[in-house]
């Protein structure tokens, strides 16, 4: 008879894709997984994955039973809860986010989640959303709040607003009263943050359909620093409109008008779908209510009409 270990070696190579990214998450030695493995496959009534050598690509009966070791899972964590419900057990959540997330509301987030949730413990990761989406996909994190990732098979995602961006520039750069194009701002250096940020990438294709190619000064992953360089006249950089609210009506920022829109980002919580995906669920809606963005744009929009 097969053993939870077992089948818990078999459903994660079967969601993570490989025998290595599956040890890591079960915290066990890459030979003890494939043992495991191969004690799953020997016992199977037919081939489980596609092809030599290629754990990723799973058999219709491959399907059938990582399908029913989810099922078998989610019983076992509902037992395990109702005889653990007196002394409700600490549980340490990898939560990921994004600068952006960490400079607005992800402060009122731990609060929520220490009042709703007393036996969680918060572990943050910051980093770019392109490096978070990768932990998240290999099991490193277990809930990351970062743009919007496309559709994804195995991660579920739960909107919880948008992030309005626009061109900043230092006072006197462009006339106030004017409305920009595009060929206009890439006359100017362009700061930005690495090639595995999201609002670098949206920013290449903007610069791509408009058949333009600025000078790319490469101004680091902090997005103070970001608008520093920016407020000292070295160029222009796009950045998130709720954060520089304030820089906006000091003057020290200023938004320029621009025929085309600065992108708006949505916002998601992502979570892989798997046995946990019941608490995924509920850390997404707590984030859902502490989420600021698309909350008071309009003050955003207001603030920039000021005389600079």
Not at 166 to 178: L, Y
Not at 186 to 198: D, G, T, V
Not at 289 to 306: H, M, N, P, T, Y
């Amino acid at each position: 008879m097969l053993t939870i270990k077992q089948l818990q070696a078999f459903y994660w190579v079967a969601r993570l894709g490989t025998l290595n990214k599956a040890a890591e998450k079960l915290h066990i030695t890459q030979s003890a997984a494939t043992k495991r493995l191969q004690e799953v496959e020997a016992a199977a009534a037919g081939p489980l994955f596609e092809g030599e050598g290629r754990k990723s690509q799973l058999t219709r009966l491959g399907r059938e039973l990582e399908a029913e070791c989810e099922r078998l899972f989610e019983q076992l964590q509902a037992l395990d809860q109702l005889k653990r419900s007196g002394h409700p057990p600490v549980r340490v959540l990898k939560v990921g986010l994004t600068e952006m997330v960490a400079l607005t509301w992800f402060s009122d987030f731990l609060k929520r989640m220490k009042d709703q949730y007393p036996s969680i413990i918060v572990q943050p990761q910051i980093d770019l959303s392109l490096t978070l989406q990768e932990k998240l996909e290999c099991g490193d994190l277990d809930f990351a709040i970062l743009p919007d990732p496309g559709s994804l098979e195995t991660v579920v995602r739960v909107s919880i607003g948008d992030v309005k961006f626009g061109w900043f520039s230092a006072p006197g750069i462009f006339p106030t009263d004017v409305t920009h194009s595009l060929q206009e701002l890439a006359s100017k250096p362009m700061i930005e943050q690495s090639e595995n940020s999201i609002i670098t990438l949206v920013c290449n294709r903007l610069w791509e359909g408009a058949g333009v190619r600025p000078e790319r000064i490469y101004g680091g992953n902090n997005i103070q620093a970001l608008a520093g360089l920016v407020a000292a006249g070295i160029g222009i950089s796009c950045l998130p409109v709720q954060l520089f609210r304030s820089e906006l009506r000091s003057g020290s920022l200023v938004l320029v008008k621009t025929s085309v829109p600065g992108p708006a980002v949505t916002y998601s919580c992502c979570f892989l779908k798997h046995p946990d995906a019941a608490l995924g669920h509920k850390v997404a809606e707590v984030a859902r209510q502490s989420s600021s963005f698309g909350r008071r744009e309009l003050l955003g929009r207001r603030a920039v009409r000021r005389p600079v």
